[in-house]
């Protein structure tokens, strides 16, 4: 079975960093591309970014580039969303999801709140 | 950057009837590479469509997908109760691009 678990919900200051996963299985992490998504709260769905865990090949969305780096680890089949430096608008649910001719299986969700 | 705009923004219709949503790209979308997805509130979405028509593993034939270039239209045949949610297209031929979603809501 595909499975998507993603690290648990985080509180954070402003200006503090943070690192969240995103571990697969049930399938070859190495052969997917597996995507960020955003979802502030009551809004619409936002592509971050991806990342192809056989080579680490990242692609990233303009309006999300130099703002998170998405990082892999194969060994452990987990992918990483990080931010050196919240803003109480990156309050936000974040999803991974596993790329196929479209996103078909998804992460639980980690939600992300930022305040001082 | 290709932008996706869907509408209607609400749609309100009553279980058994025909749901026809709508989405546009600023420009050809490669390939038909065109996803649909439902979410449900306090959930992940759920991807129904891929390639502008096929549809997902275990997606009920009442959901199809038609269009190509830059019109696109996700059609639900006839309306169960758990259809209600909100929709959302995505293309991914260059790069990738969420639509800002339809709420399908019961009339």
């Known amino acids: 079975e595909v499975q998507l678990v993603q690290s648990g919900a985080e509180v954070k200051k402003p200006g503090e960093s943070l690192k969240i996963s995103c571990k697969g299985s049930g399938y070859s992490f190495t052969s997917y591309w597996i995507g960020w998504v955003r979802q502030m709260p009551g809004k619409g769905l936002e592509w971050m970014g991806i990342?192809?865990?056989?080579?680490?090949?990242?692609r990233y969305s303009p309006s999300f580039q130099g703002q998170v780096t998405i990082s892999a680890d194969k060994s452990i089949s987990t992918a990483y969303l990080q931010w050196s430096s919240l803003k109480a608008s990156d309050t936000a649910m974040y999803y991974c999801?596993?790329?196929?001719?479209?996103?078909?299986?998804w992460g639980q969700g980690t939600l992300v709140t930022v305040s001082s | 950057e290709i932008v996706l705009t869907q509408s209607p923004g609400t749609l309100s219709l009553s279980p058994g009837e025909r749901a026809t949503l709508s989405c546009r790209a600023s420009?050809?979308?490669?390939?038909?590479?065109l996803a649909w997805y439902q979410q449900k509130p306090g959930q992940a979405p759920r991807l129904l469509i891929y390639?502008?028509?096929s549809r997902a593993t275990g997606i009920p034939d009442r959901f199809s997908g038609s269009g190509s270039g830059t019109d696109f239209t996700l059609t639900i045949s006839r309306l169960e109760p758990e259809d209600f949610a909100v929709y959302y297209c995505?293309?991914?031929?260059?790069?990738?691009?969420f639509g800002q979603g339809t709420k399908l809501e019961i009339k």
């Open positions: 420009q050809s979308v490669s390939s038909s590479y």
């Open positions: 990342i192809y865990p056989g080579d680490s090949d990242t």
């Open positions: 999801a596993r790329f196929n001719w479209g996103f078909d299986y």
């Open positions: 390639g502008a028509s």
């Open positions: 995505q293309q991914y031929g260059s790069s990738h691009t």
